[in-house]
């Protein structure tokens, strides 16, 4: 009873006549025994080929892995190393930012050495730093006052100095002064 079920549902009629057109079925039963069992096979073989990939790439993960668990104690012993190298970095880094912030003092003595006249004896140039500007205290002496005079008016003359002003001035034998 049941093969004749089986057999109403699935009639296929392998042996066709020429001038005879067949069905769907037969066509799609034609199709499967010729160019679809090439499709089969290259799906498949894709399908192999990237399971075979696969566990090569399983396996170069391990062996990544195995050699990375033995250069633990390796980096591990370079610790120390590392830290030093840092903190170097980092100092380094700060007198580069305090060599880029800070005035370029060389230039500062050169300015100040072109415009003291040749009777003014400097005594000290002392600079310090107050809310990112920098302060000059030059103290020195001369036999004239007017030559304190000209090298005050020399100081506020050059574009880079602000704010000359003359602090102290004595006139005990030669004249002593504080700009």
Wanted: positive net charge; glycine residues 4%; aromatic residues 8%.
């Amino acid at each position: 009873m049941a093969a004749s079920k089986i057999q109403k549902l699935f009639k296929i009629n392998l042996l066709i006549k020429r001038g005879e057109n067949p069905d769907i079925l037969t066509k799609l039963f034609k199709w499967a025994l010729s160019s679809g069992r090439f499709i089969v096979i290259i799906v498949e073989m894709v399908v192999i080929s990237a399971f075979v990939y696969r566990y090569k790439l399983d396996t170069d993960l391990a062996n990544i892995q195995d050699k990375i668990k033995q250069q633990i104690p390796y980096i591990q012993s370079l610790k120390n190393e590392e830290v030093a190298i840092r903190q170097i970095q980092f100092q380094l880094a700060s007198v580069k930012q305090i060599k880029s912030e800070d005035p370029n003092y060389k230039q500062l003595f050169e300015d100040i050495s072109t415009i003291t006249p040749k009777s003014i004896r400097l005594a000290t140039i002392s600079f310090t730093e107050k809310d990112l500007k920098t302060a000059v205290l030059i103290t020195g002496q001369t036999p004239s006052n007017l030559e304190v005079s000209a090298f005050m008016g020399a100081l506020r003359k050059d574009p880079k100095l602000t704010g000359v002003i003359l602090t102290n001035i004595s006139f005990e034998g030669e004249t002593t002064f504080s700009i």
